[in-house]
């Protein structure tokens, strides 16, 4: 089992949230500690002087384990726009080097961390870095959510394409059927399964109630697999 992992997806709101969640509660009902961590977090709402995000709060409520805010979250924005645009609105740089040491900083409170990120492979951190950049600064093993839609295989297959050229080892991929009336779901699940070269970790039914829900222990047995 790796200390960390990266969650990214082939698109934003395609359930990276909810992968994670799921994720989270799966490894520590399996007795493996994990915490989440969510380096940027737009479209926050201010309770005082503290930013809360509701995503960030999804992970922590699927957690037992408590770490301080700004090591779970280190950048929060107002405005549910990219990242990048919302730093430079706040005017902040957002700093690798230091989601780097917060990751670092959070497995002094569990033995595993998840850290999703924002958007796609390439959504931009800045004028100069994107998302990409954390995942290979973190050296951690990726998870790809899948958001089961219309064009799912293409940016499946390209985003996977991109993580294996940053030099990264595609951990699993968790199939999210996010539109529960994709066509032909069972043949592109089949596709994705035959044509990515990591195992399906598992598959995410459409529900309101998926943030309460946990991953199948067998997903906690295939990233063992594939990372000894």
């Known amino acids: 089992m790796a200390s960390r992992y990266f969650i990214t997806g082939t698109d934003t709101e395609v359930g990276k949230t909810i992968a994670t ?16 961590m969510k380096p940027a977090a737009s479209g926050c709402l201010a309770q005082g002087d503290i930013l809360i995000n509701e ?6 409520a699927a957690s037992p384990i408590d770490a301080p805010l700004d090591l779970v979250s280190p950048y929060r924005f107002l405005p549910a ?4 645009l919302a730093a430079q609105e706040a005017g902040i740089a957002i700093d690798l080097h230091h989601l780097v040491q917060c990751a670092a900083d959070l497995q ?27 995942a290979i600064a973190l050296k951690a093993p990726v998870i790809l959510v899948v958001g089961m ?21 595609l951990a699993g991929w968790i199939a999210n059927c996010i539109d ?14 035959a044509n990515l070269a990591a195992p399906l970790l598992d598959e995410i039914l459409h529900s309101p109630n998926a943030a309460t829900g946990c991953l199948n222990p067998q997903a906690i047995t ?6 000894v």
């Open 21 to 36: 969640v799921q994720l989270l509660r799966s490894l520590n009902q399996n007795n493996i500690p994990a915490i989440g």
């Open 55 to 60: 995503d960030v709060e999804l992970q922590r």
């Open 81 to 84: 726009i990219s990242p990048h």
């Open 108 to 134: 002094n409170y569990a033995q595993t961390v998840i850290i999703e990120g924002a958007g796609g492979w390439f959504a931009p951190l800045s004028d100069s870095e994107y998302i990409a950049d954390l």
């Open 149 to 169: 839609r219309l064009g799912c295989i293409n940016h499946a297959l390209l985003t996977a394409q991109a993580i294996n050229q940053a030099g990264l080892q």
């Open 180 to 193: 529960p009336q994709m066509a032909r779901y069972g043949e592109n699940l089949a596709y994705l399964k």
């Open 222 to 227: 295939r990233l063992k697999l594939q990372n």
